[in-house]
């Protein structure tokens, strides 16, 4: 009971309590400030106590923390190896494996049903929306396009939650999808790349790859500060953005 007390009071504190440093010097204090910030979001002092009291600092936590394989790399380097080919070609292999009983489904169905569902749960668990240092522009803190990631991971609108089999490989494979900045390896026409710095989900390192990815001069990239994914509340800043795309497209002969 403790424990999910204390996951809960985890996920219902947005605001900032203090650095706990990298040691146990600081952890009283980050635990004291921590409790105020949980009550102050609206937990009781009371269920604030009972999850918190008596937990210590355990230096073997954080050894495990600090030695995994994944810290020390960008967050591109480590979204990849989650996404890598291997995997990819392990999810065509079961594909082929289970290809019999498939077929008889779709058979059975009169050839109607030809992919699955699934569900995937925590699609919006990225350390970037509560680490602004990570891949950092102008984002707020702990928020997504589909509200507080704690929220995102369980909605039914967030991104890449209910699936199939063929939408998952077109959307999130490298080989598969044509939705990838790879792509632009073969476009040859004008390139126009519009960004907000404030946009909380498409961050420098997917605008840098599509950058990357561009095989001639002819392209323009334009980060709008502040700009958020759909500009809510910021008419002005879309209207930067529609003076943007009006003259890029006027300098093409496009207009």
Known sequence: M??????AILAAAPAHAEDCGKNGEGFSAWLAS???????????????????????YDPTVKRHDGGAAMFGHNFASFAAAHVSPGMVARGKAELKRYAAPLAQIEQRFGGELTDFPFVVHGTTADPRFFDLTIDANDRAYGTTLWGPPQVANYLPTSLGHFNSARSWLSQWSIQDSNAGAHNLNSVSVPVLILTGTGDPTVLPSHTNMFVANIRHADFKR?????ATHYFEGQPELMDVAAAEIGSWLGEHGLL
Request: no cysteine; hydrophobic share 55%.
């Open 34 to 56: 921590f409790k105020e910030v949980a009550v102050k979001d609206g937990l009781s002092r009371r269920a604030v106590d009972a999850a918190l009291d008596g937990v210590s």
């Open 222 to 226: 334009v980060d709008i500060p502040k």
């Open 2 to 7: 403790a424990f999910v007390a204390a996951a």
